[in-house]
C-alpha cells in the first residue's frame, strides 16, 4: 500500500483537476483545455530550471544551491551583450562564461572539498549563489533587460473548429516545450551513451571508487557543471524573453525545488515529468480550486500556486522521498 500512495496521490490529482470544472460551473471544454496547456507550459519553464538540478547531484550527489544563481547569471550576462551584438553571438559568449565558471568553481570551491561530506558541498554551493547574485549585479547591473528571442508576445489563437472561441496559446511557452525536449533527450543520450556519461554515474555513486579505477574527479566535475551552465543559459534565455531579465528570476529556483523532488533527483526525464505535474497541479488548483475554497471558508481568494508545489512536494516527501523516479535507497545492517 505504502508503495503504491505516489500513484494514488497523482490519480487523485487528476481526477480532482477532472472534476473541477464541474464543481465550480466552468462547463466550457475549451476555457479548460486552455488552463491545462497554459499549467503544462508553465511546467516545462519550472523543467529547465530543475534540469540543472538534477545534473550537479546526478554527478556528485550534492544539491546545487546555485543554479537559481547561474541561471540569473546566465541570463543577465546574454541581455546585456545582445544590447552591442547579435543575440545569438551572444548566446555563444553567454555559454563560453558559464564554461569559464564551471572551471573557477571546480578550481577555488569544490576541487579543495573532495571527499568531504555532503553538507559541507551543500553550503558551498550556497555560497557560490549568494556571490554570482552579487558580482552579477555589480557586473551587469541591477535594472530589468530584454532578452528578445524574435517571437510574437500575442497569443494564436488555436483550435477554433473543435472548440467554441478556441485556444490561446503563447509561441514563446511553444517554444520553450520543444527546446526542454531536445535538451532532455540530448542529456539522456548523454548520460546513458557515452564513456562521459557513465563516468558522472560512476563519480555520483562513490568519489573515491571512482578515482581509485581512474575517472580523474575534477574534470568530471567540471564537465558536469559546464553542462550544467548551457542548461542555465538556455533556461535564463527562456524566463528572460517571458519575464524580462530581473533579479527575481532566481526565485524560480524555489519552485523547482518541489519539481526534482516529485521526479527524482537523479532522474533527467524525470525533472520533466515532476515539472509538468507541478505546472497543471498549481495551474488547475488555482483557477478552479480557489474559488471553491473562497466561497467555502470564506477566504480572501488567491495564492495558491504560491504554496501548492509545496504542499505536493511534502507529500511525496513522507511517501516516497526519492521521487516518481528517482533511485531508491536501502540500507542494509
Not at 481526477?15 to 511546467?43: D, I, W
Not at 541581455?79 to 553567454?94: F, N
Not at 556571490?131 to 533587460?145: A, C, P, R, T
Request: hydrophobic share 60%; glycine share 12%.
Amino acid at each position: 500500500m505504502r508503495r503504491n500512495l505516489p500513484i494514488i496521490i497523482l490519480c487523485a490529482a487528476l481526477a480532482a483537476g477532472l472534476a473541477a470544472p464541474l464543481l465550480t460551473g466552468a462547463s466550457a471544454p475549451g476555457f479548460y483545455v486552455e488552463v491545462l496547456l497554459g499549467g503544462l507550459m508553465a511546467g516545462v519553464l519550472y523543467s529547465l530550471v530543475a534540469l540543472g538540478f538534477v545534473l550537479i547531484f546526478k554527478a556528485s550527489g550534492v544539491f546545487n544551491f546555485a543554479q537559481g544563481a547561474m541561471v540569473l547569471f546566465a541570463a543577465l550576462s546574454v541581455a546585456r551583450m545582445a544590447e552591442v551584438m547579435p543575440l545569438w553571438v551572444a548566446a555563444l559568449l553567454g555559454v563560453g562564461i558559464m564554461v569559464l565558471l564551471a572551471i573557477v568553481v571546480e578550481r577555488v570551491v569544490l576541487r579543495p572539498l573532495v571527499n568531504q561530506v555532503g553538507v559541507v558541498l551543500l553550503m558551498a554551493t550556497l555560497g557560490v549563489s549568494y556571490f554570482l547574485d552579487g558580482f552579477g549585479q555589480s557586473v551587469w547591473g541591477s535594472d530589468i533587460y530584454e532578452i528578445n528571442l524574435g517571437l510574437s508576445k500575442a497569443p494564436v489563437l488555436i483550435l477554433r473548429d473543435v472548440f467554441q472561441g478556441g485556444i490561446l496559446i503563447n509561441k514563446d511557452d511553444v517554444a520553450a516545450a520543444v527546446v526542454a525536449v531536445l535538451l532532455v533527450a540530448a542529456l539522456a543520450l548523454f548520460f546513458q551513451k557515452t564513456a562521459t556519461g557513465r563516468a558522472l554515474r560512476a563519480v555520483a555513486d562513490d568519489h573515491q571508487a571512482a578515482q581509485s579505477v581512474g575517472i580523474p574527479l575534477n574534470r568530471i566535475w567540471v564537465i558536469v557543471w559546464s553542462v550544467a551552465g548551457i542548461v542555465a543559459v538556455v533556461a535564463g534565455m527562456v524566463w528572460g524573453s517571458k519575464l524580462g531579465v530581473q533579479f527575481s528570476i532566481s526565485q524560480v529556483a524555489l519552485k523547482a525545488l518541489p519539481v526534482v523532488i516529485l521526479g527524482g533527483f537523479t532522474s533527467i526525464p524525470g525533472a520533466i515529468i515532476g515539472g509538468l505535474i507541478i505546472g497543471v497541479g498549481e495551474k488547475m488548483a488555482e483557477v478552479f480550486l480557489g474559488p471553491v475554497m473562497v466561497r467555502t471558508f470564506d477566504l480572501a481568494g488567491g495564492g495558491i500556486e504560491n504554496w501548492f508545489a509545496y504542499v505536493l512536494a511534502l507529500l511525496f516527501l513522507l511517501v516516497r522521498p526519492e521521487g516518481l523516479f528517482g533511485e531508491r535507497i536501502i540500507d542494509r545492517v
